[in-house]
Every structure is written in C-alpha cells, then in structure tokens.
C-alpha cells in the first residue's frame, strides 16, 4: 500500500487555519493531474488549541513555548506515516520556537524531515534571482521583533531587506489581528479594509526602492495575490508547497509559471 500511494506530504496547520487550508491548496494547485489518483497523498493537520500565538510569545513571552503544540501535531504526522512537513506560518520559524521543535523532532522522530519555509524562500530566491538585492517584507509584530527573516537573507550575501515604516508595521499587524476586519478573525471573505492596507503598504515599499516583496505572514496570501503587482512578489507558503511536492514526487510538479512566485 505505501508504494501505491508513495510518500506522503504532511502540513502542520492550524497557525491560522485558513492559512494552512491555502498552503494545502498550494500542494493541489502545483502538482501535474489529470485525475484524483494523480494527486501526492497529503495531510493537513490543524489543532489550532494546541499551539499559542506565535506572535504572543515573541513579544511577552508569557505563554507555553508554541513549539510544544507544534511537536503534538509532528506527532500525529509522524505516526500516520508522513515523510515530509512543513509548518505553515512563517512566525514560528523564529529560532525561539523553530530550533526547539526542530530538535524534537530530530530527537523523536527520526523519520520525519522538517522543510523549513524560511530557508526555503531564500534559496529560491539566490537560485532564482541572483542579482536580487534589495527585498521588502510584511510581516507580524513577532516576525519584525525576532528578526528571523534576517538569519535567512543575510547581508554577507549581498542582500537588504527593507521593512515598512513603524506605522506602516502597526497597519499591517491590524490588517491580520483585528477583530473587526482582520484576516484571523475574517478569512473567507477577506475584509476589503484589510486588503487595501496590505496593497498600500506593499506599494509603498516598491515606491522607497524595494526589488521585489515577500508575503512573510502566512495569512497575507489569502488577501495579496502576487499577480497583482509587476515587482516580484514571493508567498513563502508557495513555494514550500513545491519543494515538499518536488521531494515526494518530483514528476508531478507542475512547471512553474513565467508570473510573480
């Protein structure tokens, strides 16, 4: 039965849970098919109760680490017999929580391979567009604080990355956090208020000399589509949804498109 089915792909969701239902979206949308049968076996598992607000931690540190949930749910993967995850929030690749589920799950559960998005991302990027220098990014309170975008793009090889003014970081963080038009608390449908300040703030860094942008929430794809702008415009989650399909089973990835990632 394992050979029939192949390896199976798992998604660590729940981290918001629409955000991981678009990551698992993305395993669908860029696997080569012509029936069911043809798409990778994948698992999402979303138990959003079991893992804090990653931003939360980061910025008081009063909650349980989000790594702990995290591991639950590696677990689950683990035991149904999934070869390849992700965990479908760039938040939580902080080294504050990544490095501790990381090495749990190295110590625990030795037959599954962790994809880190981040690092993902910018390999792409340096593979992809070497002469890419200058990269803007919106993110969570949590991420700006953590610097964790910094650990991948680094400036020893050659690159910049700009953030939105402070103003610009408080409009974003309430386009995703907002209980009135916030994309946690509205995801399907986005709310109108919450796009037009993530397209503003996206144009502006494009406007102070940004190359190209990358969606560094997971959610931010759910309201932004790359297509809209004619700047590169890189949904992490995207393209992890490809490398996990290009280890599980590289002769279904679909080719990649000439338009934004």
Do not use: W
């Not at 039965?1 to 192949?6: L, P, T, V």
């Not at 990014?137 to 990355?161: I, M, N, Q, R, W």
């Amino acid at each position: 039965m394992e050979e029939k089915r192949g390896p199976l792909i798992g998604v660590i969701g729940g981290v918001g849970p629409y955000a991981g239902l678009d990551f698992f979206r993305n395993i669908l949308g860029n696997t080569v098919t012509t029936r069911d049968q043809d798409h990778v076996g994948a698992v999402l598992i979303s138990c959003p109760a079991l893992i804090p607000d990653r931003t939360d931690y980061l910025l008081d540190g009063e909650t349980e680490n989000p790594a702990v949930g995290m591991f639950e749910c590696a677990k689950y993967l683990d035991a149904i017999g999934v070869k390849y995850t992700s965990v479908a929030c760039n938040t939580a690749h902080s080294k504050r929580i990544f490095e501790p589920f990381t090495a749990l799950v190295r110590e625990k559960l030795p037959n599954l391979e962790i994809i880190n998005m981040l690092e993902t991302c910018a390999r792409y990027v340096k593979h992809n567009m070497p002469n890419l220098r200058t990269i803007g990014y919106l993110a969570t309170k949590g991420t700006y604080k953590s610097g964790v975008y910094h650990e991948y793009f680094k400036a020893e090889d050659g690159f910049s990355l700009m953030e939105p003014e402070v103003r610009g970081q408080e409009r974003i963080h309430e386009a995703i956090y907002s209980t009135e038009f916030g994309i946690k608390a509205h995801s399907d449908p986005v709310q109108a208020k919450a796009r037009s300040i993530l397209l503003y703030e996206t144009f502006k860094l494009l406007d102070r000399g940004a190359e190209a942008v990358i969606l560094g929430c997971t959610e931010l794809p759910l309201a932004v589509n790359p297509g809209d702008f004619l700047a590169p415009v890189f949904d992490p989650g995207k393209l992890t949804a490809r490398a996990l399909i290009g280890l599980a089973a590289p002769e279904k990835l679909r080719r990649e498109s000439t338009t934004s990632p």
